[in-house]
């Protein structure tokens, strides 16, 4: 089985200030979440968290995680309705 690549991102293409402002992670949070994340799916060999003042991403490389995994547990994670915030991400599953 191969690895794959994939992420999840919410950014001003996708969503209002207010909605990026929910699911920013700061600085204090990121060591934690990265650590969650990797205990939580321990198939994913790579990660990579990027947030800026217009976008949160998150890419993995995984053997079996897929993106949606991933934008549920961050939905989770932030206390969010998935119902109502999917369809502000943008998710990719691209093979390597």
């Given at each position: 089985?191969?690895?794959?690549?994939?992420?999840?991102?919410?950014?001003?293409?996708?969503?209002?200030?207010?909605?990026?402002?929910?699911?920013?992670?700061?600085?204090?949070?990121?060591?934690?979440?990265?650590?969650?994340?990797r205990n939580t799916y321990p198939?994913?060999?790579?990660?990579?968290?990027?947030?800026?003042c217009n976008r949160t991403e998150?890419?993995?490389?995984?053997?079996?995680?897929?993106?949606?995994?991933?934008?549920?547990?961050?939905?989770?994670?932030?206390?969010?309705?998935?119902?109502?915030?999917?369809?502000?991400?943008?998710?990719?599953?691209?093979?390597?």
């Amino acid at each position: 089985m191969s690895k794959t690549l994939r992420f999840i991102s919410i950014s001003h293409k996708t969503a209002s200030v207010s909605k990026r402002e929910e699911y920013h992670i700061s600085d204090c949070e990121k060591t934690g979440l990265v650590k969650l994340i990797r205990n939580t799916y321990p198939d994913i060999v790579g990660l990579f968290l990027l947030t800026t003042c217009n976008r949160t991403e998150i890419y993995i490389e995984s053997l079996d995680t897929d993106a949606l995994q991933l934008l549920n547990f961050l939905v989770s994670y932030k206390k969010r309705n998935l119902n109502v915030d999917r369809n502000l991400f943008e998710l990719s599953n691209s093979t390597e």
